[in-house]
């Protein structure tokens, strides 16, 4: 099983999504988690109603700093804000493949209840949609350049 930790900066709403993506999806090829380089504490009610809206399982979720994971064997860090991107990563993160799917955060939506919930919406699905390309690459025997170059090209090119 291949560990993949999605890391975002307060890891309270897309950091989650795409934990929640992909352990629903990928089986047990992958086996996600989430964390945050300055966790809020607390998981965004949006992201966990979007969750339910859709089918996913909402417990066990917890926002947490990125430091929990220094033992935990990590394979792959793919950040999906702007500002996670942008940050030095823990030192135990510097062997693992890393990739960058940047994301709008649906928790900054403003209007009303429908445009929110339609931001949130739309987040899953693109974060769904890049799960779904990850899966369908062959990880598992891909060299590390190489699936760090293609987890990139599924940020920039699966919208």
């Excluded at 352990?23 to 964390?35: K, V």
């Excluded at 793919?78 to 823990?90: F, K, L, M």
């Excluded at 779904?132 to 690459?137: D, I, R, S, T």
Aim: aromatic share 6%; charged share 15%.
């Amino acid at each position: 099983m291949v560990n993949v930790l999605i890391l975002c900066t307060g890891n309270s709403c897309r950091s989650v999504l795409g934990e929640a993506l992909i352990n629903h999806l990928a089986g047990n090829r992958l086996h996600a988690f989430s964390a945050g380089s300055h966790p809020l504490g607390r998981i965004n009610a949006g992201a966990l109603a979007t969750l339910n809206r859709n089918g996913i399982a909402t417990e066990g979720f917890t926002s947490q700093s990125w430091n929990e994971f220094a033992d935990a064997g990590i394979d792959i860090a793919i950040t999906v804000c702007d500002s996670a991107a942008g940050e030095v990563c823990p030192v135990y993160l510097n062997s693992v493949v890393r990739g960058h799917w940047g994301v709008s955060d649906p928790g900054h939506a403003t209007g009303t209840e429908e445009e929110i919930t339609a931001a949130f919406q739309a987040t899953y699905e693109l974060l769904k949609r890049r799960v779904q390309a990850l899966l369908a690459l062959p990880f598992e025997t891909m060299p590390a350049a190489e699936l760090s170059q293609a987890i990139n090209k599924i940020g920039a090119e699966v919208s």
